[in-house]
């Protein structure tokens, strides 16, 4: 009778562990960045343990790759293909406007600093144009300051008119254009092939791509801007049918490990990843000139972004948003960000 009953307890708890493991919920969470790139290393991970604690195991984030350009993601993520994603607003020029308040030029900030004001600028001034209609953001990001990778030195602004330069889209593209290159249309991980291959003369991109992206093989040269030309605005967002078929405790979970949270350590991540490709430029012998105020070309380029910010703020106005406000709150963030 005794055996009986142990081994009817042992099938009932064996039942109740398969129960519980069926019960986990995989988030599949779609990143288009090859697996060294720090959001796939640090970000993600960090941030899918942070799910796992908060949830109790109830919740795991896995990455999946290969499902399309970085500009599917947010479709893709909207169609319930992947349940979350990350991508860069500038390959989606004509749905992302507002979301260039955090690129604007010389803001001076790292990207830990101004991850943290896009995310609060984006809360209180930005959310209700809608622009990631169909998702739900859980982050808002940026890379660190916006640097200029050449095969051949730059000595002036005016070295840049005519040349192939790839551009991500967002505020560079229009730096670009600005500067007179010959803008190249192109995903990050598409840089280096098109580098080795002579297709472009160089990228304006953070330093972290001298390392992660391997630019210093192929990019010998490296303009550093102090504060950057500008930064590039990122989101990572779940769809949000995926959200509302978790139980409340675990939605509220996840919201609680996201937002500003998720936005800093995101940031923070990408400022150290600027160091480490930074560093590995220095060893690998790259060209690193290092723009200060008071050098000619620093006064070459604050010359050709005049009008940038109003630019913005008439074209924020427009979409009902209090661009002049937000700017200046934004920029008034990074300032007192510790």
Do not use: C
Not at 76 to 104: C, M, N
């Amino acid at each position: 009778m005794l055996s009986t009953i142990i081994k009817a307890s042992a099938v009932s708890l064996a039942l109740m562990t398969s129960m519980s493991v069926a019960a986990d919920t995989v988030m599949k969470f779609a990143s288009w960045a090859p697996p060294s790139h720090v959001q796939n290393r640090v970000v993600i991970p960090t941030w899918g343990k942070w799910v796992e604690d908060a949830t109790q195991g109830r919740v795991k984030v896995e990455i999946e790759y290969g499902l399309g350009h970085p500009k599917t993601m947010f479709d893709l993520v909207e169609d319930g293909v992947a349940d979350a994603g990350w991508s860069y607003h500038g390959y989606v020029p004509g749905r992302f406007k507002l979301t260039q308040i955090a690129e604007l030029p010389l803001l001076g900030a790292n990207a830990e600093a101004a991850s943290v004001a896009h995310w609060r600028i984006h809360q209180k001034y930005l959310a209700k144009a809608d622009e990631h209609e169909g998702l739900t953001v859980i982050g808002l990001f940026t890379h660190g300051p916006g640097q200029i990778h050449t095969a051949k030195p730059i000595l002036s602004l005016a070295d840049l008119e005519g040349q192939k330069i790839r551009i991500g889209g967002g505020i560079q593209g229009i730096i670009g254009d600005r500067l007179g290159i010959t803008a190249v249309g192109a995903p990050a991980t598409k840089v280096y092939e098109m580098m080795q291959q002579g297709v472009i003369d160089g990228v304006f991109m953070s330093t972290d791509v001298q390392k992660s992206l391997r630019l210093k093989e192929v990019a010998p040269n490296l303009m550093l801007f102090p504060g950057g030309m500008y930064l590039g605005s990122f989101s990572l967002f779940i769809n949000p049918d995926f959200l509302a078929s978790l139980s409340a405790e675990d939605q509220q979970a996840i919201l609680s490990v996201s937002g500003e949270k998720l936005s800093a350590m995101a940031g923070k991540a990408w400022d150290q990843s600027d160091i480490d490709g930074l560093n590995a430029a220095q060893e690998y012998g790259v060209n690193i000139q290092h723009v200060t105020t008071s050098d000619a070309i620093y006064k070459e380029f604050e010359q050709a972004i005049k009008g940038m910010d109003d630019e913005f703020i008439e074209m924020a106005n427009q979409q009902g948003v209090d661009g002049a406000a937000a700017l200046h709150e934004l920029r008034q963030i990074v300032q007192s960000y510790p």
